[in-house]
Structures are given as structure tokens and as C-alpha cells.
């Protein structure tokens, strides 16, 4: 198929089956996503508070807004746009935004390949689940740096094919029973369940999608999205570093960091870890990907170069920074708490202590005065991202 026939098969997938399917509420969505939160991302990205929060957020490839939903919410001070190819979806987005009150969401019926028709550039790109999706991801990504502002950030979500092998293996049995008619999405759920309910219990496809995807895979749009979608690059290291590559943008980080680390996987070999410091950067994500194929995507930020990102080492420029608390933890004031990325964090005394002093306009010397607590058990809780600083312009 030609790339505008396959942009038009994927908008017909969504329009017979908007996806994400979260049911629409009233009120605002629960919970949070840090990587949607603008404080809490650029200080993952850079180490520091940004200096604004009046920014313009863009969500490539909306989907049915739930995404949109929560960057309203999460970020008060933006304005919010979304673009989307399925004008099906897009209504459901709408719909979205309206009863929860998320009313700050300008949309659009667009391509990604066409988002320069929008004016103006943006501090904040969330492109998630979109451009594995694309027939020219690279085209797509590039589309999309070319509206990155100045110190802005990107976020991106794309698929991983080791961890998505039996996945890949049902699309393609799907493609073949369907023949002519692979086109006709619900006949292609139908086909896909049957396969599924007459495969032995024992069978590795089977087994596979009780333990990962069966829960979210009872409602059709899921199933849909995951086994009958026209269009779907899957990615392995070297082949997301050259779509990154291609944006001319700079990698920063995972935002999963915690999967990317070797010692997790080689800590009874410490001489293979040592061998592995002979590696590149993205040598050693490779290693830790075919050490450990779950990988069914990858999540990271990239940004316009030079990053800057900023450096806690010295005491001094420490000590002059404001601290706040970093607004995606959940259950404070508590010792016992949720970290942003809802990983439960118990706080000793001291640094239960600290945080409740951090308003955001106490500089931290002023706030280690009147506590127990010394600058390593602050770096503690920097690492953790459980605190945002403003840095001093004194310093």
C-alpha cells in the first residue's frame, strides 16, 4: 500500500475502534503520569525546576484523549494542543476534555506529517504509540522536531519487537485467514479470538498473552489495536537509535531508567560488568535488551541540543537552591509514601522532617538549620525524584 493508503487504513481502525477506551468521566482523571506533568519531566530531563510553566504542550496523536486529559490537568498553566488522524477518535477526545472540565485543549484533525500547519512552537511533545504506527516513522519524527522549541522536550513511546514476538506472530496468522478481507477490522477480532479460545492452554502464544496482555485485551479496541492494526514498525536498539538519530534531536534518558540497568542482571558477574564499561552508551542498552527481551517498547525523552543539565556536586550551589516537593508523589504528608513513579518510598524522620519545610521559598541552608538532616540525605532525596530545586541565580 501506498503511505497514504495505509494512513487512511489506520484512521479507519480507529474510527471503528477509538483507542485508548477508558470510559469518559466527570471529573478529572485519577492518579497522575509524571511524563506528562511538565515540572515533574523537566526535572527528569535536566535536574532542575523549569523557569516556566506557562508553556504550549502538544499531544501527537491524541487518540481518544486520554493523554490530552491528563496533560490539561496535570499542567494548569498550559495551553494544550492534540492532533489526531482518526476523526472518529478525535470526537471521542472531545467528549473527553468536555466532562472532565479539561476545557484548555485546542484540536485538530491532523496528520503528524502535517503538523507545521499549526503555528508557534512547542515546550512539551507527547507522541506515544503513535509513530511505530506511521508508514515513514523517521518522517514523522522529524515532522515533529522541527516544532520543538528551545529547551523544550519530547516524549516518545514507540515498540519494542523483542518482547512483542508472539504479538508479531498473531497479526500475521490474522492477515492470512482474513486473505482478501484483512481490512474488515471486526471480522479480524473475531478471527483473532478464535485463535486464541482453540489453541492448546499449553501453547507459548497462549501462555504469553495470559501473562501479559489478556486483562486489557477483554475489550475489543485493545485486541484490535494490538493484533489487527495495518501498520506497526517494532524496534530494537539500533534501529531506535537511528529513527533518533534521524530527528536530529539529543537522547537524554529512558524514562523507565530502572529496566536499563546491567547490575540488575549481571550482579553475581561483577567481571562481565566490568567488561561491559568497555561499551558505548548504546552498546550496553543493546546488551541489556538481549540479556533481557521483555523490552515491548521504549519510553524516552529527547530535547533540542545542548541539553543543559544541572549539577548538585557542589555544596554551595546546593545550599542556595529553593527546594519543593516534586508534585507527582502521592500520600504526603506521610513517612510511607508513593514516589512519581508509584514505587512506595518510607521516609526516615529526618527527611520526613525536610520535605514538610519545603514550600519553595525557603532556600535549603535556611531549611538544613532547623532539621537533622545533612546534604548527602538531600542528594538522597533528589535521586529518588522526590524534590525539585530552583537554583540560586546568586551562584
Known amino acids: 500500500m501506498s503511505d497514504s493508503q495505509v494512513s487512511a487504513a489506520v484512521a479507519k481502525l480507529y474510527d471503528t475502534y477509538p483507542y485508548p477506551p477508558e470510559p469518559i468521566l466527570d471529573e478529572p482523571p485519577p492518579g497522575y503520569n509524571w511524563r506528562w506533568n511538565w515540572l515533574a519531566a523537566y526535572n527528569f530531563c535536566t535536574g532542575r525546576k523549569p523557569q516556566k510553566q506557562d508553556v504550549r504542550i502538544l499531544d501527537a496523536g491524541c487518540g481518544s484523549g486520554v493523554s490530552t486529559e491528563y496533560l490539561v490537568h496535570l499542567n494548569p498553566h498550559a495551553q494544550i494542543v492534540g492532533i489526531d488522524l482518526s476523526a472518529g477518535t478525535l470526537e471521542v477526545a472531545k467528549k473527553r476534555c468536555q466532562s472532565s472540565g479539561a476545557d484548555r485543549v485546542e484540536f485538530h484533525h491532523l496528520s503528524i506529517y502535517d503538523v507545521e500547519q499549526i503555528p508557534g512552537k512547542f515546550d512539551l511533545i507527547n507522541c506515544v504509540g503513535v509513530l511505530h504506527h506511521l508508514p515513514d516513522p523517521v518522517r514523522g519524527i522529524q515532522a515533529l522536531a522541527k516544532k520543538l522549541a528551545t529547551d523544550g522536550l519530547m516524549h516518545i513511546f514507540v515498540y519494542g519487537e523483542l518482547g512483542r514476538w508472539e504479538i508479531q506472530l498473531i497479526q500475521k496468522a490474522i492477515a492470512l485467514l482474513q486473505g482478501n478481507i484483512k481490512g474488515d477490522y471486526h471480522d479480524g477480532v473475531q478471527v483473532g479470538r478464535k485463535i486464541f479460545a482453540s489453541l492448546p492452554e499449553s501453547n507459548r502464544i497462549v501462555k504469553r498473552e495470559k501473562e501479559r496482555w489478556a486483562l486489557e485485551n477483554q475489550q475489543d479496541e485493545c485486541f484490535a489495536d494490538m493484533y489487527v492494526h495495518p501498520q506497526e514498525t517494532d524496534y530494537n536498539i539500533d534501529t531506535l537509535f537511528q529513527l533518533i538519530d534521524a530527528s536530529g534531536l539529543e537522547f537524554i534518558s529512558f524514562s523507565n531508567p530502572g529496566f536499563w540497568q546491567l547490575e540488575t542482571l549481571l550482579a553475581k558477574a561483577p567481571e562481565l560488568i566490568e567488561r561491559a564499561g568497555e561499551l558505548s552508551e548504546r552498546e550496553r542498552y543493546r546488551l541489556i535488551e538481549l540479556l533481557n527481551p521483555e523490552v ?27 527546594p519543593e516537593l516534586n508534585p507527582c508523589i502521592d500520600g504526603f504528608p506521610s513517612q510511607c509514601l508513593f514516589n512519581y513513579d ?54
Open 296 to 322: 515491548s517498547h521504549y519510553e524516552f525523552f529527547l530535547g533540542r541540543p545542548p541539553i543543559t543539565k544541572t549539577n548538585w556536586s557542589n555544596d554551595n550551589s546546593l545550599l542556595a537552591a529553593v
Open 342 to 395: 508509584y514505587q512506595i518510598v518510607n521516609l526516615s524522620p529526618a527527611e520526613f522532617d525536610f520535605m514538610q519545610k519545603c514550600n519553595g521559598s525557603a532556600t535549603l541552608a535556611n531549611i538544613l538549620a532547623q532539621v537533622e538532616l545533612d546534604l548527602n540525605g538531600v542528594r538522597n532525596l533528589l535521586k529518588q525524584q522526590l524534590l525539585l530545586l530552583t537554583p540560586s541565580e546568586r551562584v
